[in-house]
């Protein structure tokens, strides 16, 4: 089946660091949404990317998805602790069953005041 | 912005039980509903796909006669772990797709502990 693979598990920071979680997938995407989930929280909803080659941001977050519409990173600025929990990829194909979402197994963000 | 009611949040039963979660679109009508299973530190594993009116959608090794789901009404989907074990204790997640299409929305999850 279809799996979206992501890296790192885990990353540790220092306050003010910069962080970037990847991932990438077999198969060509229809679209990649990002979630992130706090300790004992759910999913929240970041951010979807659609275009090939696509770049969002939002504030110190940007968001890339690759022109083959295989990969995707996010990119934090200057890290803060408000940005501890679990980032999720979770990517979309085309064709039947569309609509559901393959999560990455999600990078943990620790950082260290 | 769009909510997903989910409850009850927190569930701690003997061996056998059986235990019924509901999720509510609570602003919106959503036609598809997930059902997701998430283990300690691992990520989301789509158990099943509940569409109003209809049949849910199993994944692969998801039993459905272990995970009865009912999507009765626009707004309410449910999920009852029938004879639950220990094995069951998990994190239980719904989600309900927007009307747009996307994104899912997230409910707050149902944590499962089975004695």
């Known amino acids: 089946g279809q799996q979206v693979m992501q890296i790192p598990q885990y990353q540790h920071v220092q306050e003010g660091e910069d962080f970037t979680t990847y991932c990438n997938s077999s198969?060509?995407?229809?679209?990649i949404q990002w979630y992130k989930q706090r300790p004992g929280g759910h999913p929240v909803f970041l951010i979807q990317?659609?275009?090939?080659?696509e770049v969002k941001k939002q504030k110190r977050l940007t968001f890339q998805f690759g022109e083959a519409k295989k990969n995707s990173s996010l990119h934090i600025t200057a890290t803060q602790t408000t940005d501890v929990g679990t980032y999720f990829c979770a990517g979309s194909y085309s064709g039947a069953g569309s609509y559901q979402l393959t999560f990455g197994k999600g990078t943990k963000l620790s950082v260290i005041p | 912005g769009a909510v997903v009611s989910q409850h009850p949040s927190r569930v701690i039963c003997k061996s056998g039980t059986s235990v019924k979660i509901e999720c509510r679109s609570l602003d919106f009508q959503a036609t598809t509903m997930f059902w997701y299973r998430q283990f300690p530190k691992q990520s989301l594993m789509l158990m099943a796909t509940?569409?109003?009116?209809?049949?849910?959608?199993?994944e692969q090794g998801v039993e459905k006669d272990k995970f009865l789901i009912n999507h009765a009404s626009l707004t309410l989907s449910t999920l009852t772990v029938t004879s639950a074990h220990p094995e069951d204790s998990s994190f239980y997640i719904c989600?309900?797709?927007?009307?747009?299409?996307?994104?899912?929305?997230f409910g707050d999850g149902t944590r499962l502990s089975i004695l």
């Open positions: 989600s309900a797709m927007d009307p747009s299409g996307q994104p899912q929305h």
């Open positions: 198969t060509t995407l229809s679209n």
């Open positions: 509940s569409n109003e009116g209809s049949k849910a959608t199993y």
């Open positions: 990317l659609v275009k090939s080659g």
